[in-house]
C-alpha cells in the first residue's frame, strides 16, 4: 500500500514513504516532502515540470530526486501535488504535477533548504514493500 | 544525554576522552541540566568530528548544541591544512553565513508604542518573507558575480545603507577569496530575484526592548540603555547558499575524503581541487547572506522612515553562525592558521583582538543570540579566556527542544498570535503553521543557554531583549 509520512528530527523534519515499488516509494516521499511546505490538499494539478537526476546508489539517488524537487519548487515559485518516478537502474526522471504557489492559499509552513543523508534509508522487506527517507533542513 | 556518563572537567566543562579512531577529545560546555536535555545525538556526532583529519585540539560543542547533519549543531571544529586537515560542507550547514544582524535605534520604548503598530505593519509590507516571496532587486549575471565578491560592500556600493555599517561586521562586510565560477548555474538561478528576502522557518526580523543591562561598562561601550529599541534580522544566503551546500554535498560524498565515520561527515581536504572549490563557493555564499542582511537592513530603515522618521538605526554589530574561516590559534604553543567551522556557532572574539573595530576593542566581540518570537534574545561579549577553551567560539541560540512535528500537535498559529499580542508582541505573518513550528514553547530555555555561555567563560552577557514586533517568515 502506498503511504506516506513524518519522523521527528531534533530541529527539523523527516520525510518517508512507503510502496510497493521503489518507483511508488520515492513519489510518496515527494508527497511528504511537499507536506512538510504546505497542506497537500490545497495544490491544484496543472502545471507539468519533468526532472531528470542520477547518482551513484539508490540512497543518493532518492536525495538527489527530492533535491530536484525542492530546485523546482524555489525557481519556479511552484507547489506540486502528484509525482510520478521512472527508474533505470540509479537514473531518474520525474514528472512533478502542480500550480504557482500562493502562500494564504496553500498555508505554506517553511521553505525546504535541501534534503540531507541524516536517516537515509532506501529498503525492501521481506514482504516486497519499499521504504525510502530522509531528513529535509528547513 | 546522560550526565554520568561525561567526565566532568568543571560544572560547565564536560569532557568525552578519545577512544577508537577519536584524533583529539569531544568538549561540551553546558550545566548539568542542558547536558540531561541534550539529545544522544550530539555526542555520537561530536565524537565522529573528532576522528576527522587534522582536527585540533578537540571537537566542542556548545550550550544549545542539537542534533545537526553530520557535525551537531552548535559544533565547533578546527582543522590545520598542513595536517592532512578537511572542510566540510555538513560542518559549515546548508544555510551558509546564516546569521544575526542587530541594529541599535535612536527610539526607547516610550517613543515607539504609540506607532509600534503601524511599524509593524509597515515592516510587513517592506521586507519580503515566507515560502515563494521575491524582492525587489534583479541581479542580472555580471551583477550576481559582483554581488557574490563584494558582500556587504557591494550592497552598500549599490546604496543599501551606509559605509560606516561595515564597520560592524565580520570582514568589513566582505569574505575574501570568493570565486563565483564555483557556483552552480542552479544556484545562480535560485538567488536572482531572492536579494533582500527574509526566508522562512526560523529566520525572523524582529523590534525588540532592552529589558536588563548585566555589563555596564561593556553596554556603555555598545551605547545600549536599559528601554532602548532594537532591531535584529536573523536569515541567511537563501536559495543561493542551501544549493551550494546540496551540490557540494553531494560533490564531497562522491568524491571526497574517505574513510569517513557518517555519510553527513563528508567533506575534502582543505589543500584538495574540491575543498578550494568548496572554500570559493561558500565565501561566495557568505558575501550573499551578508548582502541579504544588507539590503534588508536598507528596507528596515525605509519602513521606520515611513511610521517614525526622526529614528536613525545604527549598526550594533552583525555575526554569522553557520561558518567556516580562516584564523590564527594558538596550538599547543604555536600560533597556527587554522580552519574553523562553526556550525550554529558564534564567534566569540575577546578584548584587544585585532580584527574588531576600534570602538569594541576594550570589551570584545558583541555576540548575538536570537530566541524566539515570544521569549528573550540576548548581547553577550565575546571573553578573552574563550579562545583557549573554543577557539573564541561561544553559543547561537536556544536550540530547538522539540521537532517541528511536535510543535503543530500542541499549538496552533492563531491562538498563539492571540496570545502573544495580550503581553504586548506583536506578529506579523502569511503563515499561522508556521508560526506553531516555531511556538516559544518549542526551544529551550534561551535564559539558561545564555547563563551557561556567561559561567563557561565563553561569552558574558550584556543585555536581555524582549520582542515587541516580530515578523516571520
Same mark, same amino acid.
Given at each position: 500500500m502506498?503511504?506516506?509520512?513524518?519522523?521527528?528530527?531534533?530541529s527539523?523534519?523527516?520525510?518517508?514513504? /512507503?510502496g510497493?515499488?521503489?518507483e511508488?516509494?520515492?513519489?510518496?516521499?515527494?508527497v511528504?516532502l511537499m507536506?512538510?511546505?504546505?497542506?497537500?490538499?490545497?495544490i491544484?494539478r496543472?502545471?507539468?515540470v519533468e526532472?531528470?537526476c542520477?547518482?551513484?546508489d539508490?540512497e543518493?539517488?532518492l536525495v538527489?530526486?527530492l533535491?530536484a /524537487?525542492?530546485?523546482?519548487?524555489?525557481?519556479?515559485?511552484?507547489?506540486?501535488?502528484?509525482?510520478?518516478?521512472?527508474l533505470a537502474?540509479?537514473?531518474?526522471?520525474?514528472?512533478?504535477d502542480g500550480?504557482?504557489?500562493d502562500?494564504?492559499?496553500?498555508?505554506?509552513?517553511?521553505e525546504?533548504k535541501?534534503?540531507?543523508?541524516?536517516?537515509l534509508r532506501?529498503?525492501?522487506d521481506q514482504?516486497?514493500q519499499w521504504?525510502?527517507q530522509?531528513?529535509?533542513d528547513? | 544525554m546522560n550526565?554520568?556518563?561525561?567526565?566532568r572537567? !568543571?560544572d560547565?566543562?564536560?569532557?568525552?576522552?578519545?577512544?577508537?579512531?577519536?584524533?583529539?577529545?569531544?568538549?561540551?560546555y553546558? +550545566?548539568e541540566q542542558?547536558?540531561? %536535555?541534550?539529545?544522544?545525538?550530539?555526542?555520537e556526532?561530536l565524537?565522529n568530528?573528532?576522528?576527522?583529519? #587534522?582536527i585540533?585540539r578537540a571537537a566542542?560543542?556548545? &550550550? %544549545?548544541a542539537?542534533?545537526?547533519?553530520g557535525f551537531?549543531? #552548535?559544533?565547533?571544529?578546527?582543522?590545520?591544512?598542513?595536517?592532512?586537515g578537511?572542510i566540510? =560542507?555538513?560542518?559549515?550547514?546548508?544555510?551558509?553565513?546564516?546569521?544575526?544582524r !542587530?541594529l541599535?535605534?535612536?527610539?526607547?520604548?516610550? %517613543?515607539?508604542?504609540p506607532?509600534?503598530t503601524d511599524?509593524?505593519?509597515?515592516l510587513?509590507?517592506?521586507? &519580503?518573507?515566507?515560502?515563494?516571496?521575491t524582492?525587489e532587486i534583479?541581479?542580472?549575471e555580471?551583477?550576481?558575480?559582483?554581488?557574490?565578491?563584494? $558582500?556587504?560592500q557591494?550592497?552598500v556600493g549599490q546604496?543599501y545603507?551606509?559605509?560606516? %555599517?561595515?564597520d560592524?561586521m565580520?570582514e568589513?562586510g566582505?569574505?575574501?577569496?570568493?570565486?563565483?565560477?564555483c557556483?552552480s548555474?542552479e544556484?545562480?538561478?535560485?538567488?536572482?530575484?531572492?536579494? $533582500?528576502t527574509?526566508?522562512?522557518?526560523?529566520?525572523?526580523?524582529?523590534v525588540?526592548?532592552?529589558?536588563?543591562?548585566?555589563?555596564?561598562?561593556?553596554?556603555?561601550?555598545?551605547?545600549l540603555?536599559?528601554? +532602548?529599541?532594537?532591531?535584529?534580522?536573523?536569515c541567511?544566503?537563501r536559495?543561493?547558499?542551501h544549493?551550494? #551546500?546540496t551540490?557540494?554535498?553531494?560533490s564531497?560524498?562522491?568524491?571526497?575524503?574517505r &574513510?569517513?565515520?557518517d555519510?553527513?561527515?563528508a567533506?575534502?581536504?582543505i589543500? !584538495?581541487?574540491?575543498?578550494?572549490h568548496?572554500?570559493?563557493?561558500?565565501?561566495?555564499a557568505?558575501?550573499?547572506?551578508l548582502?541579504?542582511r544588507?539590503?534588508?537592513?536598507h528596507?528596515?530603515?525605509?519602513?521606520?522612515?515611513?511610521?517614525?522618521?526622526?529614528?536613525?538605526?545604527?549598526?550594533l554589530?552583525?555575526?554569522s553562525?553557520?561558518?567556516?574561516?580562516?584564523?590564527?590559534?594558538?596550538?599547543?604553543?604555536?600560533?597556527?592558521e587554522?580552519f574553523?567551522?562553526r556550525?550554529?556557532a558564534t564567534r566569540?572574539f575577546?578584548?584587544?583582538h585585532? +580584527?574588531?573595530?576600534p570602538?569594541?576593542?576594550?570589551?570584545?566581540?558583541?555576540?548575538?543570540?536570537?530566541?524566539?518570537m515570544?521569549?528573550? @534574545?540576548y548581547i553577550?561579549v565575546g571573553?578573552s579566556e574563550s579562545e583557549?577553551? =573554543?577557539?573564541?567560539?561561544?553559543c547561537h541560540?536556544?536550540?530547538?527542544a522539540?521537532s517541528r512535528?511536535?510543535a503543530?500537535?500542541?499549538w496552533?498559529?492563531?491562538?498563539?498570535?492571540?496570545?502573544?499580542?495580550e503581553?504586548?508582541?506583536l506578529?506579523?505573518?502569511r @503563515?499561522f503553521?508556521?508560526?506553531?513550528?516555531? =511556538?516559544p514553547?518549542a526551544?529551550?530555555d534561551?535564559?539558561?543557554?545564555?547563563?551557561?555561555?556567561?559561567q563557561a567563560?565563553? =561569552?558574558?552577557r550584556?543585555?536581555?531583549?524582549?520582542?515587541?514586533i516580530?515578523?516571520?517568515g
Amino acid at each position: 500500500m502506498a503511504a506516506w509520512e513524518h519522523f521527528s528530527h531534533g530541529s527539523d523534519i523527516g520525510v518517508r514513504g /512507503i510502496g510497493s515499488s521503489v518507483e511508488e516509494a520515492f513519489e510518496q516521499t515527494a508527497v511528504a516532502l511537499m507536506a512538510v511546505v504546505a497542506d497537500v490538499t490545497t495544490i491544484e494539478r496543472g502545471e507539468i515540470v519533468e526532472v531528470q537526476c542520477d547518482a551513484p546508489d539508490l540512497e543518493l539517488l532518492l536525495v538527489s530526486w527530492l533535491n530536484a /524537487i525542492i530546485y523546482e519548487m524555489a525557481v519556479r515559485r511552484m507547489l506540486f501535488c502528484k509525482f510520478r518516478v521512472v527508474l533505470a537502474g540509479c537514473s531518474l526522471k520525474g514528472t512533478l504535477d502542480g500550480e504557482k504557489v500562493d502562500p494564504e492559499r496553500h498555508q505554506v509552513a517553511v521553505e525546504a533548504k535541501g534534503a540531507t543523508v541524516t536517516a537515509l534509508r532506501v529498503t525492501c522487506d521481506q514482504d516486497g514493500q519499499w521504504l525510502a527517507q530522509c531528513v529535509i533542513d528547513v | 544525554m546522560n550526565p554520568q556518563s561525561l567526565l566532568r572537567y !568543571s560544572d560547565f566543562e564536560w569532557w568525552i576522552k578519545p577512544t577508537g579512531q577519536m584524533r583529539v577529545p569531544a568538549i561540551i560546555y553546558a +550545566d548539568e541540566q542542558l547536558i540531561t %536535555d541534550m539529545d544522544e545525538k550530539v555526542r555520537e556526532q561530536l565524537t565522529n568530528v573528532a576522528t576527522l583529519p #587534522g582536527i585540533q585540539r578537540a571537537a566542542y560543542a556548545m &550550550p %544549545d548544541a542539537h542534533w545537526g547533519y553530520g557535525f551537531p549543531i #552548535g559544533g565547533v571544529a578546527a582543522f590545520d591544512p598542513n595536517e592532512g586537515g578537511v572542510i566540510s =560542507a555538513g560542518g559549515v550547514g546548508f544555510d551558509i553565513s546564516c546569521g544575526v544582524r !542587530s541594529l541599535h535605534t535612536t527610539l526607547t520604548a516610550n %517613543d515607539l508604542e504609540p506607532q509600534k503598530t503601524d511599524l509593524a505593519e509597515a515592516l510587513f509590507r517592506g521586507v &519580503p518573507a515566507g515560502v515563494g516571496s521575491t524582492g525587489e532587486i534583479r541581479l542580472n549575471e555580471q551583477e550576481m558575480d559582483n554581488m557574490l565578491c563584494g $558582500g556587504a560592500q557591494w550592497a552598500v556600493g549599490q546604496g543599501y545603507g551606509i559605509p560606516v %555599517d561595515l564597520d560592524r561586521m565580520e570582514e568589513r562586510g566582505r569574505a575574501i577569496g570568493a570565486m563565483p565560477e564555483c557556483v552552480s548555474r542552479e544556484a545562480k538561478k535560485r538567488q536572482f530575484d531572492e536579494m $533582500g528576502t527574509l526566508g522562512s522557518g526560523n529566520h525572523y526580523l524582529e523590534v525588540q526592548r532592552v529589558a536588563q543591562i548585566y555589563d555596564a561598562a561593556a553596554a556603555e561601550a555598545m551605547g545600549l540603555h536599559k528601554d +532602548d529599541i532594537i532591531v535584529s534580522i536573523h536569515c541567511g544566503s537563501r536559495g543561493l547558499g542551501h544549493q551550494i #551546500g546540496t551540490d557540494y554535498l553531494k560533490s564531497m560524498l562522491i568524491q571526497g575524503y574517505r &574513510p569517513i565515520p557518517d555519510r553527513e561527515l563528508a567533506c575534502a581536504p582543505i589543500h !584538495s581541487e574540491l575543498g578550494q572549490h568548496y572554500l570559493g563557493a561558500m565565501r561566495a555564499a557568505t558575501n550573499c547572506a551578508l548582502a541579504n542582511r544588507q539590503i534588508i537592513t536598507h528596507l528596515v530603515r525605509g519602513a521606520f522612515d515611513q511610521t517614525l522618521p526622526d529614528a536613525k538605526l545604527t549598526l550594533l554589530y552583525d555575526v554569522s553562525h553557520n561558518t567556516c574561516k580562516i584564523e590564527q590559534h594558538s596550538v599547543d604553543g604555536d600560533r597556527r592558521e587554522l580552519f574553523v567551522h562553526r556550525k550554529g556557532a558564534t564567534r566569540s572574539f575577546g578584548p584587544g583582538h585585532p +580584527d574588531l573595530p576600534p570602538s569594541l576593542l576594550a570589551v570584545g566581540q558583541p555576540v548575538l543570540i536570537g530566541g524566539t518570537m515570544g521569549t528573550e @534574545s540576548y548581547i553577550l561579549v565575546g571573553t578573552s579566556e574563550s579562545e583557549r577553551l =573554543a577557539f573564541s567560539s561561544a553559543c547561537h541560540g536556544a536550540g530547538r527542544a522539540m521537532s517541528r512535528t511536535q510543535a503543530t500537535k500542541r499549538w496552533h498559529g492563531r491562538q498563539l498570535i492571540d496570545e502573544l499580542r495580550e503581553r504586548g508582541v506583536l506578529i506579523r505573518t502569511r @503563515s499561522f503553521r508556521g508560526v506553531a513550528e516555531e =511556538a516559544p514553547g518549542a526551544y529551550k530555555d534561551v535564559n539558561a543557554v545564555a547563563a551557561a555561555a556567561e559561567q563557561a567563560k565563553l =561569552a558574558r552577557r550584556v543585555a536581555r531583549l524582549v520582542p515587541v514586533i516580530c515578523v516571520k517568515g
